[in-house]
């Protein structure tokens, strides 16, 4: 299985490494773009496209997890109570998103952040659950929902109740905005690959256990993202202020 970390998957904590190394390094120059200390377009080419990367990856990365969970239970016999950890999780991450979502409002004159990432993820922890237990179909659901969301990106809707499914209004701005439509497609999509090669909680791909100690401490960053995701934007707020005034 894995030897730095019982009961976990080496090359999942690698990927969601490598994702919060990619958020950090776009949040560090988009902070310096919008505090003025250098300016950088991080709205469009390279780096809009390395944002949306570092999002697919996260959000991929979450199904393949709720599949690990889902088999480990399954493979012990401990699925009572399942769908109750799952709504727990769910909330959890939801209500830190709506702590982002006071935040904002309080200290950004606009781009307030009022359905992000963690409001997606706390959101989708807790939709997935009945799509667990569909392996393969979740391909088919996920490509469809995905494809809808993408189509609905080319409308504006003149209500604000569903921002959230996709429904963007007119004249909407935000910092961090990942609706349900297109999003959850993805999430569904990586539920697909997590039962594809992880099936019964068993790698299916051959890979060799790592000996390079320091992939233990990268794998480190990925076992903790969600605190790392919660402070790394305040540290790097003082940082800039402290360094560039």
Not at 77 to 106: D, E, H, P, Q
Request: hydrophobic letters at 55%.
């Amino acid at each position: 299985m894995n030897n730095f970390v019982e009961n976990r998957f080496w090359e999942i904590d690698l990927l969601r490494a490598i994702a919060i190394i990619m958020m950090i390094i776009f949040h560090l120059l988009f902070d310096l773009n919008y505090f003025g200390i250098y300016r950088l377009n991080v709205d469009s080419g390279f780096w809009l496209y390395f944002a949306r990367a570092t999002a697919t990856l996260f959000i991929f990365l979450v199904g393949i997890s709720l599949t690990l969970s889902f088999s480990k239970a399954k493979k012990s016999n401990n699925t009572k109570g399942l769908f109750t950890k799952y709504f727990k999780r769910g909330l959890m991450v939801f209500s830190w998103g709506l702590a982002i979502t006071l935040i904002t409002s309080l200290f950004l004159e606009e781009g307030a952040i009022i359905f992000g990432i963690l409001h997606f993820i706390g959101i989708s922890i807790i939709l997935a659950y009945p799509f667990l237990r569909l392996r393969h179909l979740n391909l088919v659901f996920g490509v469809i929902i995905f494809s809808f969301g993408l189509y609905l990106k080319k409308f504006a809707f003149s209500f604000p109740w569903l921002m959230w499914l996709g429904l963007r209004p007119e004249k909407f701005y935000t910092l961090d905005y990942f609706p349900l439509l297109p999003w959850f497609g993805l999430v569904l999509i990586g539920i697909f690959f997590g039962n594809l090669f992880y099936a019964d909680y068993q790698r299916k791909l051959k890979l060799r256990e790592p000996s390079n100690s320091f992939l233990r401490y990268f794998c480190f960053l990925g076992r903790n993202a969600l605190l790392i995701y919660l402070i790394h934007q305040p540290l790097l707020i003082i940082t800039l202020y402290l360094v560039g005034g």
